[in-house]
């Protein structure tokens, strides 16, 4: 039950765009499309903005986007704004009804 | 609205036991699968539990197997999870969080557990 591999940090300028990975292995991210992905602002419960690898909950704008290519998982924000500066934390079924969650991006908008 | 109500949390001394509780509402509890997640104090999240609808089914992090127990009443709409042996390495904020589709779509607040001496 490793955790999942994302980048510690990334940085963009509003309006533009950023991609955050997530890597694991052939029998979490790469196994099964269950990956889902978290924001998270200091102090407050996640929120879930992309299940299924790239399907997004009512309410998430459609300026977050996911996508998985073999055992790596990806957000996309486009249009980045300043309410975007938050961790994000990809999760995915690893099998057997267990999880794993990556060990979190902390985005910052510049 | 769907809302989810940890509480429970406190200190405790390494070797102590706790009893997590989260009632829930706004949604068929006795239909979805229940899962427990933790924050250590500045650090990422940690997928912890998972129970099935029913209570049949119980999985749980390597890091709390033995220890941790979940479970849940589906007449009271509450899920459980009992805590014993602690360790300070479990002190962090405890999630319970509503299954959708493999993802977590709703989470409650969250509860503070803090193992100390």
């Known amino acids: 039950q490793s955790a999942l591999t994302q980048p510690r940090s990334v940085s963009g300028s509003p309006g533009q765009s950023v991609t955050i990975s997530c890597t694991g292995i052939?029998?979490?991210?790469?196994?099964?499309?269950?990956v889902s992905w978290y924001q998270q602002h200091p102090g407050k419960a996640p929120k879930l903005m992309i299940l299924d690898v790239s399907n997004r909950p009512s309410g998430v704008p459609d300026r977050f986007s996911g996508s998985k290519s073999g055992n790596t998982a990806s957000l996309t924000i486009s249009g980045l704004q300043a309410e975007d500066e938050a961790d994000y934390y990809c999760y995915s079924f690893a099998g057997s009804y267990n999880w794993v969650f990556g060990g979190g991006t902390k985005l910052t908008v510049l | 609205e769907v809302q989810l109500v940890e509480s429970g949390g406190g200190l405790v001394q390494p070797g102590g036991s706790l009893r997590l509780s989260c009632a829930v509402s706004g949604f068929t509890f006795s239909r979805t699968w229940m899962h427990w997640v933790r924050q250590a104090p500045g650090k990422g999240l940690v997928w912890v539990s998972h129970i099935n609808s029913d209570g049949s089914t119980t999985t749980y992090a390597d890091s709390v197997k033995g220890r941790f127990t979940i479970s849940r009443d589906n007449a009271k709409n509450t899920v459980f999870l009992q805590m014993n042996s602690l360790r300070a390495e479990d002190t962090a904020v405890y999630y319970c969080a509503k299954d959708r589709s493999y993802s977590l779509d709703f989470w409650g607040h969250g509860t503070l557990v803090t193992v100390s001496s």
């Open positions: 052939s029998s979490d991210v790469g196994g099964y499309d269950y």
